[in-house]
């Protein structure tokens, strides 16, 4: 019997996957905010989630590690997807890519007159493309998390990360400027896994569909 691995990351990703697992008859026996462990075992005894960091998913998918994988678009636009599937658009942890200022910070007028903004972003790639889309020479700076402190201390004149309410930027006295890419997360599937394995992913596949063809 072969088995199924679905890389999976914890908070919004796992939450909002569960109704989707469901809709393939997949229920996780434990969930991942209680349990230590890095393997849930699910009611289907061919179906195993593994609990990894949103931007290691595509890795381990890559690699077989995982069949199957939900990660977000920044995450897969980062990551080279060679020997990636990406079938199908989950539409769910929506929200949008931004570039994002410090309140009274004259960002269009900077970019007017061709001044180098520093630009923090754990997004390095997306940030790159996006400025030089708008033939804008900026110096990127590599952060892991908490961007928007970056601006306030006088370490970047801008950044690039998510924005879904817009409450983080308010209480830090940011103010989003301009958008790079509307984000949500994705199916990524092991091109062998899914010949190998069709029989069993397949289905797993059509069931999402269902549930994403539903909310439109
Ligand atoms: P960690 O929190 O472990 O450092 P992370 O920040 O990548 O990792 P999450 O915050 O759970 O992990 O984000 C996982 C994915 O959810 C992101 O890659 C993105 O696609 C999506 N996401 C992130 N922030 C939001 C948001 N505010 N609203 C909706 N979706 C989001
Ligand atoms: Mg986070």
């Known amino acids: 019997m072969s088995q ?14 569960t109704p989707l697992l469901e809709a393939a008859g ?6 991942p905010e209680s349990s230590r ?7 289907r005894d061919d179906v195993r989630l593994i609990i990894v960091r949103a931007t290691d ?4 998918v890559q690699n077989g590690a995982a069949d199957l994988g939900i990660a977000g678009k920044d995450v897969l636009y980062e990551h080279d997807g060679s020997g990636l599937y990406q079938p199908l658009d989950l539409k769910i942890a929506k929200c949008k890519m931004m570039v994002a200022v410090r309140e009274g910070f004259d960002y269009f007028g900077s970019v007017r007159s061709g001044a180098r903004l520093k630009v923090a972003t754990k997004y390095v ?9 708008k033939g804008m ?36 006295h940011l103010v ?5 890419m509307p984000i949500s997360s994705r199916l990524v599937v092991n091109q ?11 289905p797993i596949i059509d069931s999402f569909a269902a549930v994403v063809a539903q909310q439109d």
Not at 4 to 17: D, M, V
Not at 37 to 43: A, M, S, V
């Open 176 to 180: 989003a400027v301009e958008d790079v």
């Open 37 to 43: 462990k890095l393997i849930l075992p699910t009611n």
């Open 57 to 60: 998913v595509p890795t381990y």
């Open 4 to 17: 199924i691995t679905i890389a999976l990351s914890k908070g919004r990703i796992f939450e909002e996957t």
């Open 137 to 172: 020479h900026v110096d990127l700076i590599k952060l892991y998390g908490s961007m928007e402190l970056a601006p306030l201390v006088g370490l970047a004149d801008a950044i690039v990360d998510l924005v879904s309410t817009g409450g983080t930027l308010r209480a830090n």
């Open 26 to 31: 997949i229920v996780p026996l434990e969930a």
């Open 125 to 133: 790639k997306t940030a790159r493309e996006h400025f030089a889309n």
């Open 192 to 202: 062998a896994s899914l010949k190998l394995k069709h029989a069993k992913i397949q």
